[in-house]
Nanobody
């Protein structure tokens, strides 16, 4: 089972940018499809974006489409989430999660990550002036 660690969160003003990283250890990241999820206080966890390990296929939630970009660097064992034009409603703890089953992540992303085994501990993103 892969260990995932998120980094890159912080405090940013509305309209600003952050790049989150999800770095794997214990296994090769290109064995895993990876998704980003977020959970704000008092809200359920929601899927933000995901990327296939093999085809590079991606998915974005409507709320982030056109502002966030997911990418992966398998040589660096890292998946990135570039977040631009951030809004206060993007504030949340962001988690990455992975799965070895091909394309299962594209189902799990719609279910808030239910059924995924490998999770990081999260990184906090706060968008505020």
């Amino acid at each position: 089972q892969v260990d995932l660690v998120e980094s890159g969160g912080g405090l940013v003003q509305p309209g600003g940018s952050l790049r989150l990283s999800c770095t794997a250890s214990g296994d090769i990241l290109d064995n895993y499809d990876i998704g980003w999820f977020r959970q704000a206080p008092g809200k359920e966890r929601e899927g933000v974006s995901c990327i296939s390990s093999s085809s590079g296929k991606t998915y974005y939630a409507d709320s982030v489409k056109g502002r966030f970009t997911i990418s992966r660097d398998n040589a660096a064992n890292t998946v990135y989430l570039q977040m631009n034009n951030l809004k206060p409603e993007d504030s949340a703890i962001y988690y990455c999660a992975g799965d070895r089953s091909p394309d299962w992540i594209f189902v799990a992303i719609m279910r808030g990550g239910s059924g995924l085994d490998s999770w990081g501990k999260g990184t906090l993103v706060t968008v505020s002036s």
